[in-house]
């Protein structure tokens, strides 16, 4: 257990749906990343936040949202659904950069 | 832009074989931080190691070591003897430190480790 607790594992929802994607950083992480692995992107930074502000943004969609609340979970909001978006998405959290604990992904699937 | 290059998109050894995984990347900034990270099967992204760029010393960690030379801007990663369990598909990142940004990997290394 890496401490880093992401919820569903799994996801199956259909074309042009929203879902959202929870994670709970590892206790005393105020930053939050959100990365997306599919087969012909690889492993891709979406976006970061630290300490409920968002920090960074990388490759991420304008149908893809995200936040972090008070209490440091994130959530990861991904809307219109497109059978593209099919991909495991990763949250890592971190205290200052230096060092990013992974949690085991959600598998998201569009059919 | 930071761009990090593996180009061996897959390798297969028999078990006890020495494997090394090579990794070479571009950077603008000075200090930067590069790492390895393996994924069994199972699918979880695990951390192997941590190196900025101002520590170019070798290190070794039991079957594992990792060559960073500035020079070429290479960071290469060598498992000794290897094992089954090794098999994995391993990613070399990289980021600019101090918490602002994301990794940038690069596509992966498919190690296959047969019996």
């Known amino acids: 257990d890496s401490g880093v607790t992401q919820t569903p594992k799994h996801l199956i929802t259909a074309t042009g749906q929203r879902v959202t994607l929870r994670c709970s950083p590892r206790?005393?992480?105020?930053?939050v990343y959100w990365y997306q692995q599919s087969l012909d992107q690889g492993l891709q930074f979406l976006i970061q936040y630290y300490n409920g502000e968002e920090r960074a943004k990388g490759n991420i969609l304008e149908r893809f949202s995200a936040q972090q609340f008070p209490d440091l979970h994130s959530e990861l909001n991904l809307s219109s659904l497109e059978l593209g978006d099919s991909a495991l998405y990763f949250c890592?959290?971190?205290?200052?950069?230096?060092?990013?604990?992974f949690g085991s992904g959600t598998r998201l699937t569009v059919v | 832009a930071q761009k990090v290059t593996q180009a061996q998109t897959e390798i297969s050894v028999v078990e006890k074989e020495d494997v090394t995984l090579d990794c070479v990347y571009e950077t603008r900034d000075t200090t930067y931080y590069l790492f390895w990270y393996k994924q069994p099967p199972s699918g979880e992204l695990v951390f192997l190691i941590r190196r900025n760029s101002f520590d170019e010393q070798n290190e070794i960690s039991g079957r594992y070591s990792w060559n960073f030379q500035k020079s070429t801007s290479s960071f290469n990663f060598t498992i000794t003897a290897s094992q089954v369990v090794d098999s994995a598909v391993y990613f070399c990142a990289l980021n600019r430190g101090g918490g602002a940004d994301g990794l940038t990997f690069g596509k992966g290394t498919h190690l296959i480790i047969q019996p």
């Open positions: 890592a959290s971190s205290e200052q950069g230096f060092g990013y604990t």
């Open positions: 206790s005393g992480d105020l930053s």
